[in-house]
């Protein structure tokens, strides 16, 4: 029987089925030129030319370390240990045992392409994670208050309208006086204030409960936290 066996992935892959992605200045703030082929990330420091024609050769499927020289860092993709991706200020910094790199966008669709294409490049040993709380523990400490003042208000409603519907009663004086503060107050005002806090409790818990994450990483897959995990080779 006949056994065909298949080469994997490379940077010489035949034109047109490389799957080579290309990101250039100005979308990319750190460097000249991205270029991810299944295997390696070239970087072109941000000094090299950005003529047009550089694209056309790429997606021409040309010699990568022929076209850039030696001015360009590549990056094995199957040596990056770690990749933190800073929402906030759209870096991505790679891990790996050769040195950190970092790369900054100035829009967000870049930097989302280029780590979207970093997961699916590195799946065969990473995996996402966020620095997303859980929802439910991040919520619990607003609901909780919000369940105290509902509570409080439903009590101290029912009890205002209590001590003004009775009159004044045959008690000791210094209760007779705070039943008769309680019996001034309306407990329509009483419920108002209430249902404000709560409302205000509601969007607090809203917030926490759907808070975005700032922070995404790939990992390798013994890591479940993304910072105590480092990621780094041994």
Request: proline share 7%.
């Amino acid at each position: 029987m006949t056994t065909l066996t298949a080469r994997a992935l490379s940077d010489t892959t035949l034109p047109g089925l490389q799957g080579r992605r290309v990101w250039s200045a100005p979308a990319v703030a750190t460097h000249a030129w991205l270029v991810m082929t299944p295997a390696r990330l070239y970087l072109l420091p941000a000094a090299h030319s950005t003529d047009e024609q550089i694209r056309r050769a790429v997606d021409a499927g040309a010699d990568l370390d022929g076209l850039f020289g030696d001015a360009t860092e590549r990056v094995n993709l199957a040596d990056v240990r770690r990749a933190d991706f800073h929402l906030a200020d759209l870096t991505i910094s790679l891990g790996r045992t050769a040195g950190d790199v970092a790369l900054t966008f100035h829009d967000a669709e870049t930097a989302d392409d280029v780590f979207t294409k970093l997961l699916h490049r590195t799946r065969d040993h990473l995996h996402l994670v966020s620095d997303r709380p859980n929802p439910l523990v991040a919520a619990r400490g607003p609901l909780g208050i919000l369940a105290g003042v509902l509570l409080a208000t439903g009590t101290l409603a029912v009890t205002v309208s209590a001590a003004a519907d009775l009159g004044p009663p045959d008690a000791p004086a210094w209760l007779a006086r705070w039943l008769a503060v309680l019996a001034s107050l309306d407990w329509r005002a009483v419920c108002g204030l209430g249902g404000a806090v709560a409302a205000w409790l509601q969007v607090a818990a809203y917030r926490r409960y759907h808070r975005p994450p700032t922070r995404l990483a790939l990992l390798p897959f013994d890591c479940r936290l993304p910072f105590p995990c480092q990621g780094r080779a041994p």
